[in-house]
């Protein structure tokens, strides 16, 4: 996530969540952007105003009365690109509501004429009131955007319902969406991800499949989730926690993955294969388990080719890209997987090499086009995302 430069306004309300606007605060300004923190007078109950300006290395912001500072929360309100209610307890939502401005942040709410963003945070009881239900409904006509409540433990106990705050990395994910969704011509467009390894039974034990760990695909769901699109991450079997925002359609075998790549294509902009699907299956796979002393003698056959079987479906100005996993940069290869597979792009990578390919947090790959190629340093999967992404941008 890179902010730099970017204001934003975080106002804490007086709730036991509070606790993870510190987390908020934290990764805003390890981001890059000027992070300046409002809080209610309850809420420094729970954090103390020195921690947020730790955090920060800026004044938190308290009051109305202060000298020299009557008008801070006009300027505020205004110059920040994005302004964020962190928790936002039953108290501030009425509040807002109503249109109250009886302390800094609420007169600052009042003053704002763009973006807000508010992560509701009360007992389950209190949030399924009708009055506090009117009162989102309100904010949200004014063009508030609303993020959870989920469910989960609360301060008095657990619970089904919800109430309790979003977490920090959900959060910080539709931050980050709100503010660099303007400008990508990504916004508003819809994406397909696939992502991660595919198995081939070989009984109803074992699998055949490779060492894909699906960091790659889900990088880049992230990354086109911070840029505005709606995406729809296709994912086969990983260890991996779901992008914030992204649908997850969740596939087994290279035939599941084929047909979910199918049926995902219709209205579809961008497809990226980013999927490392299992190559080979079992010709006859066992219907029951073979005993170990009996030994295993399989017969191979090859997988559907997802990006082959499905170029007819395609439509007409979908921007496809593919991934070509070598060992020893191939060029050559990857350019006749761009010719023959009707690609936009190839994102080429060396399985064998140091920090790169298989179960790692960095790559070292060459964007490949009918341009040329452009090879990039090794970064990390998130980075190589936002450079894909780049690319795909100049196609949209």
Same mark, same amino acid.
């Given at each position: 996530?890179?902010?730099?430069?970017?204001?934003?306004?975080?106002?804490?309300?007086?709730?036991?969540?509070?606790?993870?606007?510190?987390? %908020?605060?934290?990764?805003?300004?390890?981001?890059?952007?000027?992070?300046?923190?409002?809080?209610?007078?309850?809420?420094?109950?729970?954090?103390?105003?020195?921690t947020?300006?730790?955090?920060t290395?800026?004044?938190?912001?308290?009051?109305?009365?202060? *000298?020299?500072?009557?008008?801070?929360?006009?300027?505020?309100?205004?110059?920040?690109?994005?302004?964020?209610?962190?928790?936002?307890?039953?108290?501030?939502?009425?509040?807002?509501?109503?249109?109250?401005?009886d302390?800094?942040?609420?007169?600052?709410?009042?003053?704002?004429?763009?973006?807000?963003? %508010?992560?509701?945070?009360?007992?389950d009881?209190?949030?399924?009131?009708?009055?506090?239900?009117?009162?989102?409904?309100?904010?949200?006509?004014?063009?508030?955007?609303?993020?959870?409540?989920a469910?989960?433990?609360?301060?008095?106990?657990?619970?089904?319902?919800?109430?309790?705050?979003?977490? *920090?990395e959900?959060?910080?994910?539709?931050?980050?969406?709100?503010?660099?969704?303007?400008?990508?011509?990504?916004?508003?467009?819809?994406?397909?991800?696939?992502?991660?390894?595919?198995?081939?039974?070989?009984?109803?034990?074992?699998?055949?499949?490779?060492?894909?760990?699906?960091?790659?695909g889900?990088?880049?769901?992230?990354?086109?989730?911070?840029?505005?699109?709606?995406?729809?991450?296709?994912?086969?079997?990983?260890?991996?926690?779901?992008?914030?925002?992204?649908?997850?359609?969740?596939?087994?075998?290279?035939?599941?993955?084929?047909?979910?790549?199918?049926?995902?294509? *219709?209205?579809?902009?961008?497809?990226?294969?980013?999927?490392?699907?299992?190559?080979?299956?079992?010709?006859?796979?066992?219907?029951?388990?073979?005993?170990?002393?009996?030994?295993?003698?399989?017969?191979?056959?090859?997988?559907?080719?997802?990006?082959?079987?499905?170029?007819?479906?395609? *439509?007409?100005?979908?921007?496809?890209?593919?991934?070509?996993?070598?060992?020893?940069?191939?060029?050559?290869?990857?350019?006749?997987?761009?010719?023959?597979?009707?690609?936009?792009? %190839?994102?080429?990578?060396?399985?064998?090499?140091?920090?790169?390919?298989?179960?790692?947090?960095?790559?070292?790959?060459?964007?490949?086009?009918?341009?040329?190629?452009?090879?990039?340093?090794?970064?990390?999967?998130?980075e190589?995302?936002?450079? %894909?992404?780049?690319?795909?941008?100049?196609?949209?």
């Open positions: 996530m890179n902010l730099a430069g970017r204001r934003v306004v975080l106002g804490v309300s007086g709730g036991i969540a509070c606790y993870k606007s510190c987390i %908020i605060a934290r990764r805003l300004t390890e981001a890059g952007a000027v992070v300046d923190v409002v809080m209610t007078p309850s809420a420094a109950e729970f954090v103390g105003p020195a947020f300006e730790a955090l290395g800026r004044p938190v912001l308290r009051s109305l009365w202060d *000298p020299g500072h009557a008008l801070d929360h006009v300027h505020f309100a205004r110059e920040a690109d994005l302004v964020v209610v962190a928790p936002a307890t039953a108290n501030v939502l009425a509040r807002a509501a109503q249109g109250l401005a302390d800094f942040l609420t007169a600052m709410l009042l003053a704002r004429t763009r973006s807000v963003l %508010i992560a509701p945070a009360m007992n009881r209190m949030y399924a009131q009708e009055t506090t239900q009117k009162n989102l409904a309100a904010l949200r006509e004014r063009g508030w955007h609303v993020i959870g409540p469910t989960g433990a609360l301060a008095e106990g657990p619970s089904e319902q919800p109430g309790r705050m979003s977490e *920090p959900e959060i910080l994910a539709h931050i980050e969406r709100l503010l660099r969704a303007p400008a990508s011509r990504l916004s508003g467009k819809r994406v397909l991800v696939t992502a991660g390894p595919t198995r081939e039974a070989l009984d109803p034990v074992r699998v055949i499949t490779n060492r894909s760990s699906g960091r790659m889900y990088a880049i769901a992230e990354a086109a989730f911070a840029r505005g699109a709606e995406v729809v991450l296709i994912s086969g079997p990983t260890g991996l926690n779901p992008p914030s925002g992204v649908r997850v359609n969740r596939v087994d075998s290279t035939e599941d993955l084929c047909k979910a790549v199918t049926n995902g294509l *219709p209205g579809a902009d961008v497809l990226i294969m980013a999927a490392a699907p299992a190559d080979f299956r079992a010709t006859d796979p066992a219907g029951d388990k073979r005993p170990r002393s009996e030994g295993l003698t399989v017969s191979f056959e090859p997988t559907v080719d997802v990006l082959a079987a499905t170029a007819s479906q395609r *439509p007409q100005k979908l921007i496809t890209v593919g991934f070509a996993l070598e060992t020893g940069a191939k060029v050559e290869r990857a350019r006749e997987k761009l010719r023959s597979k009707k690609l936009n792009l %190839i994102v080429l990578n060396d399985a064998t090499e140091a920090g790169a390919g298989f179960e790692v947090e960095t790559n070292r790959v060459t964007l490949v086009s009918a341009d040329g190629e452009t090879p990039l340093p090794l970064l990390s999967k998130r190589v995302a936002e450079k %894909i992404l780049d690319r795909v941008e100049t196609l949209a």
